[in-house]
């Protein structure tokens, strides 16, 4: 296979990767009985599930082998109700550098389509990399009463995604 490719089939892992532990914290919390919190990761697995399939889609549209990727087991036992949300930081930081990786080797190939179809990937990771940082910050302000989370949520969820908009699109459809 070739490069460029190859790395995007081994995104699709770490797309499904990331919607795996997504979900692993949504089920903690949602045990803890923090509706809100729960239902912020269950929207975010199935968004990272929705970037999967993007790469899929991408494939799919430029006649490239595709390898369904198996994912590592996610981590499911946390100790407080600020490590969660860490951890989510950690792994947002973690996809922006593979994706700006993934743009690189783009760019090297001279593989400007490809690259292009990156851009938004880029944008979305700045997003979240952003809104989980502020979550970050409320939940470990409020880590003694968890409740003021919840209330944050409830007040600042639902709000449009531009980013929404332009995204490309998912394989099979976007959940
Ligand atoms: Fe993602
Ligand atoms: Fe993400």
């Given at each position: 296979m070739a490069r460029f490719p190859e790395a995007l089939n081994g995104q699709i892992g770490y797309e499904f990767g990331a919607s795996q532990?997504?979900?692993a914290i949504a089920v903690h919390y949602d045990s803890l009985t923090l509706p809100q919190l729960a239902a912020h990761f269950y929207r975010q697995a199935v968004e990272e599930r929705n970037h999967a399939m993007m790469l899929v889609q991408y494939l799919l549209d430029s006649d490239a082998e595709i390898a369904i990727?198996?994912?590592e087991a996610p981590q499911t036992s946390f100790g407080d109700v600020v490590e969660p949300v860490r951890l989510a930081l950690e792994?947002?930081?973690?996809?922006?550098?593979?994706?700006v990786?993934?743009?690189?080797?783009a760019r090297e190939e001279g593989d400007l389509v490809g690259e292009q179809f990156l851009h938004w990937f880029l944008q979305e990771q700045r997003e979240?990399?952003?809104?989980?940082?502020?979550?970050?910050?409320?939940v470990t302000r409020s880590a003694d009463n968890v409740m003021l989370v919840e209330d944050y949520l409830a007040r600042e969820s639902g709000g449009v995604n531009a980013l929404e908009a332009g995204a490309p699109p998912s394989a099979g459809g976007a959940l």
């Open positions: 532990q997504y979900v990727p198996g994912v792994q947002e930081r973690r996809v922006t550098q593979q994706i990786e993934l743009a690189r080797l979240e990399v952003s809104s989980m940082s502020a979550l970050l910050a409320v």
